[in-house]
């Protein structure tokens, strides 16, 4: 099993400004995923952050908005930025467990984000 | 494109009620299927998993069996308790170089004492 921390585990931002998600792993891990969940919905897949490459972002995302850094196995930072009211949300990283097609994945606690 | 259905919630049931928590997916080729949990204030948990068509996956007193048929994975429990308690999320894992999680919406469970 992977143990991942997040920081900060909660904030209340303004419109306008920029906050930075870290993900820390306790193990190396050539994939990370950042996950958003809005309120009273499901998680929906952000981006996927590799190692020395730029991240994957699924549609309805772009890097403008939500720049990724991959320094390191072990660490990756989620920026949201210009935050606005409907980003308010839940934003989770992830990484995959070991092995074939099939493991399951490992989340951190999230950080959930207010914008006011 | 792949996604997954989940009964809505909120779920209210008394303590050592039978649980069904209904999920059906749509994908190709053979994914796997995994229930997660998130109980109040704490992240995502695996809950249990199924890889394969008539996989019974199980933890804790729950059960899901991997249904290629009907394509479901219907999460049950035979008797719950208060601490079950939280948010369930179906998830599928499809085939391909991904590896990413697609989950359903979540169906809120509150167990009464």
């Known amino acids: 099993s992977a143990v991942i921390s997040q920081k900060p585990s909660r904030d209340i931002c303004q419109r306008g400004t920029s906050l930075t998600i870290q993900c820390q792993v306790d193990?190396?891990?050539?994939?990370m995923f950042w996950y958003r969940q809005q309120p009273g919905q499901s998680l929906t897949l952000i981006a996927t952050?590799?190692?020395?490459?730029?991240?994957?972002?699924e549609s309805g995302f772009v890097i403008d908005k939500f720049p990724i850094s991959r320094p390191n196995l072990t660490f990756s930072t989620l920026t949201v930025s210009n935050m606005s009211p409907e980003d308010s949300s839940i934003y989770l990283c992830?990484?995959?467990?070991?092995?074939?097609?099939?493991?399951?994945?490992?989340f951190g606690q999230g950080t959930r984000l207010t914008v006011v | 494109g792949d996604s997954v259905t989940q009964m809505e919630g909120p779920v209210t049931l008394s303590e050592e009620a039978f649980l069904t928590i209904n999920c059906t997916y749509t994908a190709t080729g053979y994914p796997s299927l995994f229930w997660y949990v998130q109980y109040p204030g704490e992240g995502l948990q695996l809950l249990l998993k199924?890889?394969?068509?008539?996989d019974k996956g199980s933890n804790k007193g729950f059960e899901a069996t991997y249904r290629k048929e009907t394509t479901s994975f219907h999460l049950e429990k035979g008797s719950v308790q208060v601490s079950d308690s939280a948010v369930y999320f179906c998830a599928l894992r499809g085939g391909g170089a991904t590896n990413k999680l697609i989950f359903g919406t979540g169906t809120l469970l509150a167990v009464q004492p």
């Open positions: 952050a590799n190692q020395g490459s730029e991240a994957t972002y």
């Open positions: 199924a890889t394969k068509a008539d």
């Open positions: 193990s190396q891990v050539t994939m």
């Open positions: 992830s990484v995959p467990g070991g092995g074939p097609w099939g493991t399951e994945a490992f």
